[in-house]
């Protein structure tokens, strides 16, 4: 009976003492590198200021998906994503829940 119990509490705090971590995908866009990014530029530009995208592919070769998500041990997850689209090798517009903000 003894070793049924010590068995029993020895599964029990195991289980509770399960490491969860963080998990972090894509790329981290940093606000001030996002500030630089204006139409006309070209995608050379670009990727030497944001890197080249997290996802690419070759059916959308004029669209660039700047993808970040973070999922951490504890609190709210957070995706940021900025979708660029290309005409002629220069930026046409911006899409997404982070873009250039104006300096006042």
């Not at 500030?35 to 030497?48: D, L, S, V, Y």
């Not at 700047?66 to 220069?90: A, C, E, M, Q, W």
Request: proline share 5%.
């Amino acid at each position: 009976m003894k070793k049924l119990f010590c068995l029993s509490l020895l599964i029990a705090l195991s289980t509770a003492c399960v490491y969860t971590p963080a998990i972090q995908q894509g790329n981290i866009l940093q606000q001030e590198e996002v500030n630089k990014i204006e139409p006309g530029m070209t995608k050379e530009q670009i990727a030497f200021i944001l890197g080249k995208p997290a996802l690419d592919t070759n059916l959308e070769e004029n669209t660039w998906y700047y993808l970040y998500y973070l999922k951490p041990t504890s609190g709210d997850t957070r995706s940021k994503r900025l979708i660029l689209h290309f005409v002629d090798n220069k930026l046409e517009r911006m899409e997404g829940t982070i873009k250039p903000e104006k300096e006042s």
